[in-house]
């Protein structure tokens, strides 16, 4: 009788530890697969992002940026913005703590934009890249104010400011660095951007 309770009991706890034993590999797997997919998970993360960074900084262009890096990295990299930016805008909008995202625009527009009325609103700081935020080259801009040549060696900061594209800081620059042999001399002396002088060339004399 002693002997049919210890066999049966040894029966049993073998048929106890079988199951414990399976349980455990299953178990075992289940942890196993879901540790490998959220490995496969994070493989797909982006480990850089993009940006295109311009307007009023030293140094535009597009940046490549570890994902999770913010707005003041990728300004840092550009060299912080320029003297003549918008102060009001940049204490306004720009969230130097926000985390930057693959393929984004920063703009950061200077102060002459809004004295000029150039700009009436820039929303939001990040745009994204889209057909839309390419100019149309088709269109060439207009000066404002008098179509009349402008003599760059002799005229007003107002008659300056009148240019489109110049503006009051622009227009500083170019009265600062007088005089100009030429248009080269111009371009190379005047610390204007080649672009808005080359849509100028045609108005402006020495």
Do not use: C
């Not at 913005?81 to 720009?94: F, K, N, T």
């Not at 934009?113 to 269109?139: A, H």
């Amino acid at each position: 009788m002693f002997a049919e309770i210890i066999g049966s009991f040894k029966k049993n706890l073998l048929l106890y530890l079988s199951g414990l034993l399976i349980i455990g590999f299953y178990i075992s797997y289940v942890l196993y697969s879901g540790f490998n997919k959220s490995i496969s998970i994070e493989d797909n993360i982006p480990k850089y992002v993009y940006v295109d960074l311009s307007g009023a900084v030293h140094k535009p262009g597009v940046y490549e940026l570890l994902s999770g890096a913010l707005v003041a990295d990728v300004l840092k990299l550009g060299d912080g913005v320029l003297s003549d930016v918008s102060i009001d805008w940049v204490a306004q909008r720009l969230n130097l703590s926000q985390k930057l995202e693959d393929e984004q625009k920063i703009y950061i527009p200077f102060e002459w934009e809004f004295n000029n009325g150039k700009v009436e609103s820039l929303d939001p700081l990040i745009l994204e890249i889209s057909e839309k935020s390419v100019p149309d080259s088709s269109v060439s801009p207009l000066p404002s104010g008098d179509s009349s040549s402008v003599n760059v060696n002799t005229a007003s900061l107002e008659g300056l400011d009148d240019l489109s594209g110049i503006g009051p800081a622009y227009a500083q620059r170019i009265v600062d660095n007088r005089p100009y042999a030429d248009f080269n001399d111009l371009v190379s002396k005047s610390g204007v951007k080649l672009s808005t002088l080359e849509e100028l060339e045609a108005l402006i004399i020495f």
